[in-house]
DNA sequence: CCAAAAGTGTTAGTGATACACCCATGT
DNA sequence: ACATGGGTGTATCACTAACACTTTTGG
């Protein structure tokens, strides 16, 4: 049996994409060169094509912005109100990734005339829907944080625990005690302390690594 | 500036609508009365239409099934595999809903033959890829028992505490201590002790009704 | 008075918090 | 020798888990 063609919504992937930068957890957004919102800022996205997986659209968008690969990636909410985008019926499936502290090259396309990296204390004036989505991945991530080992997926591959625990700072927005949490941090066993140590000015700290591959989230709950 | 028209996948919404019936967690299936998956168990669900929104048309869906209205809904998870319909492509918005424990008039619609309770201990074979989202919604209702107080949902406005505990215990598939359960439930303050009295044989046990408005779901982390 | 479910406290262990000083290194 | 960040232990408190008997009612 065949259905007829009834008019379908658009369907597009946005990725709220965080990384960390000096004292600031920051959000990629991007400058729309077209209308609607032409120049206003937006979380970059897409439209999902048709031979692709949705997982797979927001990689690609990940990667057309940034260059990265094989980052920490999760969808976050499926935006579906009627009215959110002037243009029509658009529903949005938002996935929200972690960059680690690394040099990114970021890209200009053709529907965005510049990428930069925004505090997240304080985003500009933000097109569509994107200020709730932003707020709802910002949610998810300081629960996921506090929750899971993704904070991980914020760092190089070697790391001291104070870079560690200054992204719980950063992320949360408050001091923790250092005692405290490299007590609790360590006895997760979740790190492996490595030989190597932080060169650098003043005494050279201890670098770990995670002991699980990358991208293994571990529920700590 | 208009955007040419490119194919666009179709999107439906699917609710995993759970209920607590006897000592067993119930989920709602319909069985397919057309191809693909003919004569077939599903998820129910439908197409969105262009001028509702995603959770209006969860609300709608879940009407049309049990007849019921003010459960608590939530979204699940949005699956958009290319090839997780063989008709072509299709993203599916999950939902899950938690009825009470009341007599629901399932009704039949034009492309579903009959509408059933199932033990989710043993679900018939499903259509399409339901058996992973049925896995999933139980996940997310597991964990949103244990951290949340949407266990009232299942419940009558006036329950007794033996009551709530064997949703629990059946949603957990495990025993918990009579003891230490009222405890933390009670210690929580979310519960009055209403003056009315559960009728029956046997020593009657106190009822309690939930302080907060129906659909106010508490984390409490 | 018997059957069945309701109701009730204490103890031990575990994990969270609060808190201050010495150490290793580079300049 | 000093400035800077690295590194460490203990005591208290709150929460969790284990555990068994008495009470109330209907039949």
């Known amino acids: 049996?065949?259905?007829?063609?009834?008019p379908k919504p658009s369907v597009t992937v946005d990725i709220v994409i965080f990384t960390i930068k000096g004292d600031d957890l920051k959000v990629l957004l991007v400058k729309r060169?077209?209308?609607?919102?032409?120049d206003i800022w937006a979380i970059p996205g897409g439209f999902v094509r048709m031979e692709e997986d949705l997982e797979k659209a927001a990689k690609r968008e990940l990667e057309e912005e940034t260059g990265v690969k094989n980052v920490y990636l999760e969808q976050l909410y499926t935006f579906g109100e009627v009215k959110r985008d002037p243009r029509g019926?658009?529903?949005?499936?938002?996935?929200?990734?972690?960059l680690?502290?690394?040099?990114?090259?970021?890209?200009?396309?053709?529907?965005?005339?510049?990428a930069r990296w925004f505090?997240?204390?304080?985003?500009?004036?933000?097109?569509?829907?994107?200020?709730?989505?932003?707020?709802?991945?910002?949610?998810?991530?300081?629960?996921?944080?506090?929750?899971?080992?993704?904070?991980?997926?914020?760092?190089?591959e070697k790391f001291t625990l104070t870079q560690l625990q200054k992204i719980y700072e950063i992320v949360f927005n408050k001091k923790f005690d250092k005692r405290n949490f490299r007590?609790?941090?360590l006895s997760l066993d979740?790190?492996?302390?490595?030989?190597e140590k932080k060169k650098g000015a003043y005494r050279p700290a201890s670098l770990y690594k995670f002991k699980k591959k990358i991208g293994e989230i571990i529920e700590v709950l």
């Open 190 to 195: 979740l790190l492996e302390k490595i030989k």
């Open 1 to 6: 049996m065949k259905k007829r063609d009834y």
């Open 89 to 98: 019926r658009v529903i949005t499936v938002a996935y929200f990734a972690l």
């Open 100 to 114: 680690p502290q690394i040099k990114t090259r970021l890209r200009a396309t053709a529907d965005v005339s510049e």
């Open 119 to 156: 505090s997240v204390k304080k985003p500009p004036e933000l097109a569509f829907d994107h200020l709730k989505i932003l707020k709802y991945a910002l949610k998810r991530l300081r629960w996921k944080l506090e929750y899971t080992t993704i904070a991980f997926s914020f760092l190089p």
């Open 33 to 38: 060169a077209i209308k609607p919102f032409k």
């Open 183 to 185: 007590k609790k941090i």
